[in-house]
């Protein structure tokens, strides 16, 4: 029996821009997935993925070529066959893995919750695969890399894709006014990738933005005051709403709460951070259910 654990992740800052070189802010989950691998002998492998309830979400069979066999969902096996089979790409030796096994995967979270059912499963495999995390990602998934970062380390990071080279490097991102920031879920899946084509349709010069984006995740990230870090959200959220051509979480959704909140990842679902006093008696009278502290979340 093998065991492969990786981390959920949140993108504190950069989002859309850390795309084209900003450097993010981006933090490890306490929620993550595990994958587990038994021998069976018999030459096949067969999949089962479980809810954080325990529940089977899907389940596949696959023959000697990772065509599935039998299969609870069409659209998850060709992407977890593809998977696989880069992975084998990358290192032809993992057929030796592949013949006869079963796989359990166990997710940590919600699948909802937006904190990386997709990039734990690659740094799962990819440990088992015993292949390039990053590369296994850009051949299948592609995106900015910041998740597999947080997938991989224990710590906050501030992640940077450089010429389509990622690179990351830990930093002591633990403020004194924890106690005051929380994570909110707004009650529905956002695809980044829509977030990604509504970027894209930008064409303006980033640079200035980039800038003064990789400015505010260091910033926030030596952060010492509460007051100071809500202004640092509040020019973020400027920045980026100006990029993307779109109103911030708080215009749209909580004008008149008193404190900041700061949209996580592509903007329009999963989490958002909320900091200020009485965070959780305002959104939870909005009817937001799903609020994690600080501590409850981040690694």
């Given at each position: 029996m093998?065991?492969?654990?990786?981390?959920?992740?949140?993108?504190?800052?950069?989002?859309?821009?850390?795309?084209?070189g900003?450097?993010?802010?981006?933090?490890?989950?306490?929620?993550?997935?595990?994958?587990?691998?038994?021998?069976?002998?018999?030459?096949?492998?067969?999949?089962?993925?479980?809810?954080?309830?325990?529940s089977?979400?899907?389940?596949?069979?696959?023959?000697?070529?990772?065509?599935?066999?039998?299969?609870?969902?069409?659209?998850?096996?060709?992407?977890?066959?593809?998977?696989?089979?880069?992975?084998?790409?990358?290192?032809?030796?993992?057929?030796?893995?592949?013949?006869?096994?079963?796989?359990?995967?166990?997710?940590?979270?919600?699948?909802?919750?937006?904190?990386?059912?997709?990039?734990t499963?690659?740094?799962?495999?990819?440990?088992?695969?015993?292949?390039?995390?990053?590369v296994?990602?850009?051949?299948?998934?592609?995106?900015?890399?910041?998740?597999?970062a947080?997938?991989?380390?224990?710590?906050?990071?501030?992640?940077?894709?450089?010429?389509?080279?990622?690179?990351?490097?830990?930093?002591?991102f633990?403020?004194?006014?924890?106690?005051?920031?929380?994570?909110?879920?707004?009650?529905?899946?956002?695809?980044?990738?829509?977030?990604?084509?509504?970027?894209?349709?930008?064409?303006?010069?980033?640079?200035e933005?980039?800038?003064?984006i990789?400015?505010?995740?260091?910033?926030?990230?030596?952060?010492?005051?509460?007051?100071?870090?809500?202004?640092?959200?509040?020019?973020?959220?400027?920045?980026?709403?100006?990029?993307?051509?779109?109103?911030?979480?708080?215009?749209?959704?909580?004008?008149?709460?008193?404190?900041?909140?700061?949209?996580?990842?592509?903007?329009?679902?999963?989490?958002?951070?909320?900091?200020?006093?009485?965070?959780?008696?305002?959104?939870?009278?909005?009817?937001?259910?799903?609020?994690?502290s600080?501590?409850?979340?981040?690694?």
């Open positions: 093998k065991n492969y654990r990786s981390n959920g992740k949140l993108l504190m800052s950069a989002e859309y821009l850390v795309l084209d900003a450097e993010a802010l981006a933090v490890p989950t306490k929620k993550g997935q595990t994958l587990t691998v038994f021998n069976n002998f018999n030459g096949f492998l067969y999949w089962k993925s479980f809810t954080v309830g325990g089977i979400w899907f389940e596949a069979e696959f023959d000697s070529n990772l065509k599935p066999i039998t299969t609870t969902n069409n659209e998850v096996s060709t992407t977890l066959s593809i998977f696989l089979q880069v992975a084998l790409m990358l290192n032809p030796d993992f057929l030796s893995e592949l013949k006869g096994c079963n796989v359990e995967t166990h997710l940590e979270f919600e699948q909802n919750w937006g904190l990386g059912s997709s990039s499963l690659i740094a799962n495999i990819s440990k088992w695969a015993n292949v390039d995390p990053f296994l990602q850009q051949e299948t998934f592609p995106g900015s890399g910041y998740d597999i947080c997938a991989l380390t224990d710590k906050p990071i501030i992640y940077q894709l450089f010429e389509r080279d990622p690179s990351y490097a830990t930093v002591r633990n403020p004194f006014f924890a106690d005051n920031i929380f994570f909110v879920h707004l009650n529905k899946k956002q695809n980044s990738r829509d977030g990604i084509k509504k970027y894209r349709e930008f064409t303006n010069d980033k640079t933005y980039i800038k003064k990789s400015d505010i995740s260091y910033s926030m990230a030596n952060c010492i005051d509460l007051k100071e870090f809500r202004k640092l959200i509040g020019q973020h959220e400027s920045i980026i709403a100006e990029v993307t051509q779109q109103k911030t979480v708080k215009e749209l959704l909580f004008p008149d709460f008193k404190g900041s909140v700061k949209s996580l990842g592509a903007w329009g679902g999963d989490f958002v951070m909320a900091v200020g006093d009485n965070v959780e008696s305002y959104f939870m009278k909005k009817g937001y259910k799903t609020i994690l600080y501590s409850e979340m981040v690694k």
